[in-house]
C-alpha cells in the first residue's frame, strides 16, 4: 500500500471511530506526536549555525530585516 492509500484509509477510520478507539489510537501514536520534532538537525548543521550566530553577532556577515528578506525571496531586491 503506498502512503496516499494509507493515509486515505487512516482518514476514513478516524472520521467513523467511536471516542472510545480514538483515544486508543491517540495513546498509541502520542509519543511519536508529542516527543519527536518534525526535523532534528545534524551536529554539523548545529555547529554551522552557531558559526554563522557568532559572526553575525560580531558583525561581520550581513543581516537582512524580514521585509528585506521577503523582498529577496520575491525577486524585488537582490542580495
Sequence with gaps: MNR?????KLYEY????????????YMFIEDEITNHPSFVLSEDELKILD???ELH???KS??????E???????????
Design 4 to 8: 496516499a492509500v494509507i493515509q486515505e
Design 14 to 25: 478516524i472520521e467513523q471511530a467511536n471516542d472510545k478507539k480514538l483515544q486508543g489510537l
Design 51 to 53: 558559526e554563522e550566530r
Design 57 to 59: 553577532i560580531a558583525g
Design 62 to 67: 550581513k543581516s537582512y530585516s524580514l521585509s
Design 69 to 79: 528578506a521577503q523582498a529577496i525571496i520575491r525577486g524585488q531586491q537582490r542580495f
